[in-house]
C-alpha cells in the first residue's frame, strides 16, 4: 500500500499534534488514517510505529498501525480508520453506570498497555522526575502568570518527592484521557493518539484523569477502579497528587503561547483541582467515588 494510492484526502484539524493528519480512501471505498511528521521525526516516529504495533498484539483497541514510510511530504504512517464519535463527547450524556462501565473498560486497556516493560537502559525514574519537577518549578516561578494557592502545589512536591524512589518504569501512552478515547459504530471504546508515547512510571499515566474527571466523575473513578480491580493502594493517590501537582504547574506557562482562552483553561482547571484536593491536604480527590456513587452504579468492579 502507498499513500499514491488513495482517490480521496481529507484534512482533520483536531487535536495538539504537530503532525498532519488525514482521513483518506482507497479506490475500493475503504478509509485510513494518514499522518505526515517533519523529516527530522523519523527515528521517533519509527519507534512510536513499532511499539502501536506491539501494543495491538496485546488486543488494545486502536487504530491498527499498517504502513510506515517517507514521501515528498515527509516521514508518514498509515493506520485504520475508526468510525465513531469523540468519547468526551458522548460518554458525559450516557446513563451513569455506563459512564462507569466505560471507565472500567479503559483502566483494564490502560493495564494491558503498561505490561510493555522499560528498556533496561532508561534512566532511573527518581533521577529523570526530580530533574522534571525543578525544571517546572523554576519555570513556573519565571511565569508572569500563577496560580491562586499555586504554592500549594509546590508545598506538595517539595514534601513527597521520596514517593518516587524506586518506581517501576513501562510502556506508556502518554496522554492517556478522554479526549484521546473514541467511541466506534458498535460501541466500544477505542484508543487513539500515541504521538507523546513514552517510558515511565506507569501510575505517573493517570496524571491527565484530571481531563477525565472534568468530564465524568463516573467514568474517572471507573478509570482507576479498572486498573487496580477495585483494590486502590493509598499510596496511588500520594503519588498521583505528586504527578498531577506537577503537571498543572507546567499548565500554565504551556498555554500562554496558544493565547487567553487556553490560560483560563489552565487557571480554571487549577482552581477545580485545589477544590478537589482541598489545597493538597487530601490525596484523594473529591470526584472519586463521589456522593450518590452507590445509587448509581450497583456493582463496584
Keep these: ?32 488514517l494518514l499522518c505526515i511528521s517533519a523529516p527530522v521525526e523519523y527515528d521517533a516516529k519509527l519507534l512510536e510505529f513499532n511499539m502501536m504495533k506491539e501494543v495491538a498484539k496485546l488486543g488494545v483497541p486502536m487504530c491498527k498501525p499498517i504502513e510506515f514510510g517517507v514521501s515528498d511530504e515527509g516521514v508518514y504512517s498509515i493506520q485504520s480508520w475508526i468510525d465513531g464519535v469523540d468519547a468526551e463527547e458522548l460518554i458525559p450524556f450516557l446513563p451513569a453506570a455506563q459512564q462507569y462501565s466505560y471507565g472500567i473498560e479503559a483502566g483494564q486497556i490502560l493495564k494491558k498497555i503498561h505490561s510493555i516493560p522499560a528498556p533496561e537502559t532508561q534512566e532511573d525514574w527518581e533521577i529523570r522526575f526530580n530533574r522534571k519537577m525543578d525544571n517546572k518549578i523554576k519555570r513556573y516561578n519565571e511565569c508572569p502568570i500563577k496560580y491562586e494557592g499555586g504554592e500549594a502545589f509546590i508545598n506538595y512536591i517539595d514534601s513527597n518527592r521520596h514517593l518516587i524512589k524506586n518506581r517501576p518504569q513501562v510502556y506508556q501512552h502518554g496522554d492517556y484521557h478522554i479526549g484521546n478515547m473514541m467511541i466506534d459504530a458498535d460501541g466500544h471504546l477505542q484508543i487513539i493518539d500515541f504521538n507523546r508515547n513514552d517510558y515511565g512510571d506507569p501510575w505517573e499515566e493517570f496524571n491527565r484523569i484530571v481531563w477525565c474527571a472534568q468530564r465524568s466523575h463516573l467514568f474517572a473513578s471507573g478509570m482507576v477502579d479498572g486498573y487496580f480491580d477495585g483494590n486502590v493502594p493509598i499510596e496511588f493517590w500520594k503519588l498521583l497528587a505528586l504527578y498531577i501537582s506537577s503537571n498543572t504547574l507546567s499548565s500554565v506557562y504551556w498555554a500562554i503561547p496558544f493565547g487567553e482562552n487556553e490560560i483560563n483553561t489552565m487557571l480554571d482547571q487549577a482552581r477545580e483541582i485545589l477544590i478537589w484536593h482541598n489545597h493538597m491536604e487530601n490525596p484523594i480527590p473529591t470526584w472519586y467515588r463521589s456522593d450518590g456513587f452507590k445509587n448509581y452504579v450497583r456493582k463496584i468492579v
Design 1 to 32: 500500500m502507498s499513500e499514491l494510492s488513495f482517490t480521496k484526502k481529507e484534512p482533520i484539524n483536531k487535536g495538539w499534534s504537530k503532525d498532519k493528519k488525514y482521513c483518506v480512501t482507497d479506490g475500493t471505498g475503504v478509509k485510513y
